[in-house]
């Protein structure tokens, strides 16, 4: 399609500026979180809002958590090359806005309201919210390691710690099922396709090994 590849030609030839439009967003939410933390606890009448906004952060990102995995399917079946490259130039932004909309989440939903009130907040989420704890805690991973030092450091140990992105998503499935969330099944369909991409893409490593050699 003519539209995608002259918008991957404008984002390649302008990625530079897009990343720095990244990085702005990431210091907004950060900056989003610390005056969450100020405003909380002497302004209760906000605080239904905080848990509106965060269940905004929380579809968001898993919307992002999904674009971040769509290179991957694409690339073992093998279709729509273009949507994949598109998403592949900015893959790495994408993982890390997911990761800061996912503290947002917590935070907004719990975190700032366990914070604000002295509780102790580690065991308090892996008791009263397993799922998301351990989302919350593979992507904090991921984000520490989403950088070209690690990837050098840890060599082909960094490409098997990339694979614990498919336990957050599935954790993320119970955890926006549990939350009686109808985003469980778009994660869902997404698993199922990482499933079908991998036996598909076997499947052709494994024919391609069967054939004689000419």
């Keep these: 399609m003519k539209f995608l590849k002259d918008l991957y030609l404008f984002l390649a030839k302008h990625q530079k ?14 900056a989003m979180y610390i005056v969450g933390l100020w405003v909380y606890p002497n302004y209760p009448s906000l605080r239904p809002m905080f848990g509106e906004i965060g269940s905004k952060f929380g579809e ?3 919307v992002l958590l999904l674009a971040s995995m769509t290179p991957g399917i694409l690339k073992r079946l093998g279709i729509f ?3 994949e490259s598109l998403l592949l130039i900015f893959r790495r932004q994408i993982g890390i806005t997911a990761f800061f909309t996912a503290i947002l989440h917590s ?12 509780k102790s907040v580690i065991p308090s ?11 919350i805690s593979i992507f904090f991973l991921l984000w520490v390691i989403s950088n070209n030092f690690s990837m050098k450091m840890l060599g082909g140990v960094w490409k098997l ?3 614990l992105t ?15 969330s109808s ?16 036996v598909v893409f076997l499947f052709r490593q494994f024919r391609a090994n069967k054939k004689p050699a000419v």
């Design 17 to 30: 500026i897009v990343k720095k439009i990244f990085f702005i967003g990431y210091i907004a939410m950060v």
């Design 60 to 62: 968001i990102s898993v």
């Design 81 to 83: 090359r273009q949507i």
């Design 107 to 118: 935070g907004f939903t719990s975190l700032i309201s366990l914070i604000s009130t002295g």
């Design 125 to 135: 989420l892996f008791v009263y919210n397993q799922t998301g704890f351990a989302a």
């Design 161 to 163: 710690l990339q694979r």
């Design 166 to 180: 498919y336990v957050a998503a599935l954790a993320i499935m119970f955890h926006v099922f549990d939350a009686q």
């Design 183 to 198: 985003w469980w099944m778009p994660a869902g369909v997404y698993l199922v396709l990482e499933a079908v991409s991998w």
